[in-house]
């Protein structure tokens, strides 16, 4: 995997994955940047509800689940000193399909957080606390 990040001015860089996707970093106005993107540290934050997200999507799949919709809420407390690391996190799914099984859902995001997503458990393997809930809906 590649990665690779040109500076562009002030604060704000542009980001180009190994696969040809670009997008904008950019830094807080108070730190001279601009506010044109995210900051480095929301992206490892979407990184991880990313990462989560596609495991647990791709294990309901799996097991046949009508899954309609998914969203992953996260929340995230840093340190206060330097360096400002990830402390806490909490991920929240909203899952919404129909009939789906709350085992079934449970099992998906248990799965995810303690063997698939690389990112959650690399982040807990460095000692941010990492926790999840989810919520059914019917669609």
């Keep these: 995997m590649k ?13 180009e994955s190994g696969s040809g996707h670009s997008l904008v970093i950019d830094g807080h106005p108070d730190h001279g940047g601009r506010n044109t993107g995210p900051r480095p540290m929301e992206l490892l934050l979407m990184g991880l509800g990313g990462c989560s997200s596609f495991d647990v999507i791709d294990i309901l799949a799996k097991a ?17 000193a330097v360096p400002a690391v990830f402390e806490k996190i909490h991920l929240h799914f909203v899952v919404s399909g129909r009939a789906l099984k709350e085992a079934q859902v449970k ?4 799965l995810s957080a ?20 989810f919520e059914i809906r019917e669609s």
């Design 107 to 110: 099992r998906a995001v248990e």
């Design 3 to 15: 990665a690779r990040i040109k500076w562009t001015d002030g604060r704000q860089f542009v980001a």
């Design 114 to 133: 303690q063997k698939y997503c690389s990112a959650s458990i690399m982040l807990a393997k460095g000692g941010v606390e990492i926790t999840h809930s």
């Design 64 to 80: 046949r689940a009508q899954v309609t919709d998914c969203v992953a809420e996260l929340e995230a407390v840093r340190a206060d």
